[in-house]
């Protein structure tokens, strides 16, 4: 390799030792405290505008409105616990449709699967929130303290006036962060204009305020305090990720075939020399702390930061970018190897992510079409269990059941009720004045359960054998829509 | 702490003790461990002047804050009396009738009533109100005493052959068998005539005999054609519910010689709210007529 020529050196070197490497790795690993520097470059743009989307997401989702009607709150996104409902846009969802949300979360497993058989662990460096709010964090604090170095003098600096006082902002500021991020999350649970407005009245449920409390602690000292030992020791997920990697798995990695051997060596000194300046910059951005020079491991969240200020240092120096890049395997050993190599389309559409997109389509498919099919109206039947049944003085016997209409609509509708077997049965609703009959006419409120206790009685008896299956039918008059739940009915000889 | 050791291969400070040579390494708790501990007794010795603690002879410290979980407990009772009062006033300036054609008082007197049935009726009637042989099953549509609501809050007020209450329901059958007044063939032959009456096996000539006894013996409470007579609570012979058994032998007995249910007076008892609760509920199981 040629030695560094033409351009004035103007890169700073920096001393740093990198947290956990391999040379002076111990079971126990004492806490280095981390100063990362600002980079600059398109994935820190990446990054800007992926902080920017999550965080107005998760800000602004709550406020968005989405008429339902007369029966139903209007807020777009609601977790409706006390009334136990969940709302989507146009999406109403019953706690026994809770196989949506397990179904999301299977889709949310696979896709990051997807995701990290392809890009590595995207998820971390660019949208987990850890990693969010940490760099929203970092944000104000460089705003108030200054970069990396003016950051670690300020820690090293004797407790003056001046420093007292920048620590006051700063953990001032986190904190109004912190109280948003919890204040937020309570905005999906109830409706947000008159939360906000009671939450300041002071006239919030106390859950809102311990929610709020909790929130504001773990995000304070989450994103201010623990930082990259949060990833380290308390996520699983880096603990997995290693089974999601192959050889086609873009990674961001130190290409040293083209760095080493590293030097600081003058422009003008001839020798053979890697294009690694060793300037230990790609260290100093790292949020965690690390050297990517030491190759693939856990701590790396692959934020490609250190891309970035590798790419600034390589253009000062009139080298080619990509010393630090993505780069699969593959790509990396033919390199290494001296052959030329580009990213192939078949090293990302490979077998593994194809499986990963198919399972993830499935149940993406399989969910919406659930979805446009579903019913929006249910019977539940529960028999009495004490006594089974009832002897009647006219011989006959009586079976008592507790049924349950579900009307998933937002409009209040007129069901029958009907038998559908068990001859010479007849129904009658508890409570009701209505003379036994073969079906009887039930209203039921928008988006509401009925419960109501049918009494059957078979004026003859069952045949043998004690017990005899028939079903309950519940049909909508307008709609015709239909629902039906099969039912036991008892009497003498049935029990031993 | 100018002569602290300090082990070479480990560089930790040692304690200074030592065993054959074996050095004791200072290796002390993590700071935020000890800052935690001392959090907690200064947490203890708060706790210990604001809330009740040390124990005394009969009793314990008081605490500044005056708090007692007992009082804490009367003070959610008398909030639960307070919220259910909306609905136990107006059950009390009701009757029974009313309460039914008032959905809200009519939940809120089911589920009293069977918080109550659970307490003072299951041991007799069930949990289901189910009965058992010589208690009457409440579920069913035959009531000896009358199964109106007004009829049956009347039975709860009063009880069933209830001592030392003047309105209680009172009858008596009298013991055909034991006190001589049939002949055992008699009492046969009355026992195929009820068989009968029901439709079920029997002796019919037997039967036809036992015809004049019950028309002279049994038809002035039971009625000529043993449909019963809830005046004297005298049951229905001619349905298919039998308290005391309905083969030969039950009833034979029963005639020779009859038992009597009796069923407490729960006016005084029960709160009159309660007895009234009690009534809906029972009326309601299927059987309220």
């Known amino acids: 390799m040629a030695s560094i020529d033409g351009k004035p050196e103007t890169v700073d070197r920096v001393e740093v030792e990198a947290v956990n490497r391999e040379e002076t790795r111990e079971l126990y690993a004492r806490r280095v405290k981390i100063f990362p520097k600002r980079a600059r470059g398109t994935y820190r743009t990446v990054k800007w505008w992926v902080m920017a989307v999550t965080l107005g997401l998760y800000y602004l989702l709550p406020w968005v409105r989405w008429d339902r009607g007369l029966y139903a709150p209007d807020q777009a996104v609601l977790v409706d616990l006390a009334h136990r409902r969940f709302y989507f846009f146009f999406i109403e969802i019953w706690p026994q449709e809770f196989y949506y949300v397990a179904g999301l979360l299977i889709m949310a497993g696979v896709g990051l699967f997807l995701v990290t058989s392809i890009l590595g662990r995207a998820w971390c460096g660019y949208t987990c929130p850890q990693t969010v709010w940490v760099d929203l964090f ?86 201010g305090f623990m930082r990259e030992q949060v990833c380290i020791y308390m996520c699983p997920w880096p603990r997995i990720q290693a089974a999601m990697f192959d050889e086609n798995t873009l990674l961001v990695t130190y290409n040293d075939w083209r760095g080493e051997p590293r030097s600081r060596h003058q422009m003008s000194q001839p020798g ?225 | 702490m100018a002569d602290v050791e300090r082990d070479e291969i480990s560089g930790t400070d ?83 009738a009313e309460i039914r054609a008032d959905q809200d008082l009519l939940q809120f007197a089911i589920a009293g009533g069977r918080s109550a049935f659970s307490i003072n009726c299951a041991p007799c009637h069930g949990a289901g109100a189910q009965g058992a042989a010589g208690y009457p099953n409440l579920n069913d549509d035959d009531w000896l005493w009358g199964g109106s609501l007004d009829e049956i809050y009347a039975t709860l007020k009063n009880g069933i052959r209830a001592p030392h209450n003047d309105d209680t329901r009172d009858s008596i059958m009298p013991a055909f068998g034991t006190d001589e007044v049939l002949e055992k063939a008699q009492i046969a032959d009355v026992t195929n005539f009820v068989l009968a009456l029901s439709g079920k096996d029997h002796d019919s000539a037997a039967a036809q005999r036992g015809a004049e006894v019950f028309a002279d013996n049994c038809a002035a409470c039971h009625g000529e054609k043993g449909t019963g007579n809830k005046e004297f609570g005298a049951p229905s012979l001619a349905d298919a519910i039998w308290l005391y058994g309905q083969d030969a032998a039950a009833i034979g007995a029963q005639i020779s010689s009859p038992k009597h249910g009796v069923m407490p007076a729960w006016a005084g008892r029960l709160d009159d709210t309660v007895i009234k609760q009690l009534t809906v509920y029972v009326h309601s199981l299927g059987g309220g007529q």
């Open chain 1, 138 to 223: 970092l944000v104000v604090e460089r705003f108030i303290e200054g970069d990396r170095s003016a950051r670690i003098r300020l820690e090293r600096a004797p407790w003056t006036l001046s420093k007292i006082g920048k620590l006051i902002a700063k953990h001032l500021i986190w904190l109004v962060i912190a109280v948003g991020t919890g204040g937020a999350w309570i905005f999906y649970f109830a409706d947000a204009p008159w939360l906000a407005g009671a939450l300041f009245s002071g006239e919030a449920p106390m859950v809102a305020y311990s929610t709020v409390g909790i929130l504001t602690a773990t995000t304070y000292i989450f994103a």
């Open chain 1, 272 to 496: 053979d020399f890697g294009d690694c300046v060793d300037c230990n910059q790609c260290v100093v951005v790292c949020p965690m702390g690390i050297d990517i020079r030491d190759g693939q491991q856990l701590e790396c969240i692959t934020c490609a930061l250190c891309i970035d200020a590798c790419n600034t240092v390589m253009e000062k120096f009139g080298r080619p970018r990509g010393l630090i890049s993505y780069t699969t395997l593959t790509d990396y050993t033919e390199r290494a190897a001296g052959k030329q190599a580009k990213l192939n389309w078949h090293e990302v559409v490979r077998p593994r992510t194809i499986i990963y997109t198919a399972l993830w389509a499935i149940a993406g498919l399989a969910m919406l079409a659930v979805l446009a099919m579903r019913d929006r109206l249910d019977i539940n039947v529960l028999h009495d269990r004490n006594p089974l049944f009832v002897q009647l003085s006219d011989g006959g016997v009586r079976n008592g059941y507790t049924v349950k209409v579900l009307n998933m609509v937002q409009q209040p509708r007129d069901f029958v009720l009907s038998l559908d077997g068990l001859e010479g049965g007849l129904l009658s609703v508890a409570g009701s004045d209505e003379a036994p009959a073969r079906s009887t006419i039930l209203r039921v409120d928008a988006d509401k359960v009925r419960s109501v206790r049918v009494f059957v009685s078979a004026p003859g008896g069952v045949a043998a054998g004690g017990r005899a299956d028939f079903r309950f039918v519940v049909k909508d008059r307008a709609s015709e829509e239909t629902a039906a739940r099969e039912a036991v009915f008892h009497a003498a000889g049935g029990r031993k």
């Open chain 2, 14 to 96: 040692t304690t200074g003790h030592e065993w054959d040579g074996i050095k004791e390494l200072n290796t002390p708790l993590p700071r935020w461990w000890i800052l935690t501990f001392y959090a907690t007794i200064v947490w203890a010795l708060g706790y210990v002047i604001l809330y009740p603690a040390l124990p005394l002879i009969d009793s314990a410290t008081g605490g500044l804050l005056g708090y007692s979980s007992r009082a804490e407990l009367a003070a959610e009772l008398t909030q639960a009396k307070a919220a259910q009062a909306q609905y136990l006033d107006r059950i009390a300036s009701a009757s029974p």
